[in-house]
T-cell receptor
Framework: DAKTTQPPSMDCAEGRAANLPCNHSTISGNEYVYWYRQIHSQGPQYIIHGLKNNETNEMASLIITEDRKSSTLILPHATLRDTAVYYCIVRAPTNAGGTSYGKLTFGQGTILTVHP | NAGVTQTPKFQVLKTGQSMTLQCAQDMNHNSMYWYRQDPGMGLRLIYYSASEGTTDKGEVPNGYNVSRLNKREFSLRLESAAPSQTSVYFC?????????????FGSGTRLTVV
């Protein structure tokens, strides 16, 4: 799976958009970009994923550059409850029987602090 | 609510003691995982089970054993606990629907080995 690079920390004002960048310059053609977040002391939570088109769900938007070497997770109206560690993960879809089957590799992530 | 249940939530062990961390999911997921998370670090995979009846080592398997008891349950055993195993342990299960590979995590077990 391709490696990802994220800034170690970011701040955002409550009510503003939080834009979290992720660099994945070695991404392969069949690899997806996944975002998870971990609120203090809890297990990580799935947010969104995408291949090359921009994606949006009730939690966030994912913008992937045309060359797919980087992406941005957007929380449109950040709240204090969005303070968490955000993980950007790149991996291929499930490959039953393969050695990488099912595994997600979590890096250091970005600590997002939303302040009043 | 459906999800992943881990027991116990907290545990203190003495060096050399053994214990089993329990994990159960009720979402009919095929795959289950055990991760550990040390302070200020990301999650590291200990063992995983792609499907019932199979288990495989992850990134940091030394000092641990696992059992996939049935489709619902996946336990992690520490045979002889060491202070280096002080950590927060997360169990997870996953499903695969096309490109969606969503993990559901438990709330964690906070283990201290003294």
């Amino acid at each position: 799976d391709a490696k990802t690079t994220q800034p170690p920390s970011m701040d955002c004002a409550e009510g503003r958009a939080a834009n979290l960048p992720c660099n994945h310059s070695t991404i392969s053609g069949n690899e997806y970009v996944y975002w998870y977040r971990q609120i203090h002391s809890q297990g990580p939570q799935y947010i969104i994923h995408g291949l090359k088109n921009n994606e949006t769900n009730e939690m966030a938007s994912l913008i992937i550059t045309e060359d797919r070497k980087s992406s941005t997770l957007i929380l449109p109206h950040a709240t204090l409850r969005d303070t968490a560690v955000y993980y950007c993960i790149v991996r291929a879809p499930t490959n039953a029987g393969g050695t990488s089957y099912g595994k997600l590799t979590f890096g250091q992530g970005t600590i997002l602090t939303v302040h009043p | 609510n459906a999800g992943v249940t881990q027991t116990p939530k907290f545990q203190v062990l003495k060096t050399g003691q053994s214990m089993t961390l329990q994990c159960a999911q009720d979402m009919n997921h095929n795959s289950m995982y055990w991760y550990r998370q040390d302070p200020g670090m990301g999650l590291r995979l200990i063992y995983y089970s792609a499907s019932e009846g199979t288990t495989d080592k992850g990134e940091v398997p030394n000092g641990y054993n696992v059992s996939r008891l049935n489709k619902r349950e996946f336990s992690l055993r520490l045979e002889s606990a060491a202070p280096s195993q002080t950590s927060v342990y997360f169990c997870a299960s996953s499903e695969a629907r096309g490109s969606y590979y969503g993990y559901t995590f438990g709330s964690g077990t906070r283990l201290t080995v003294v």
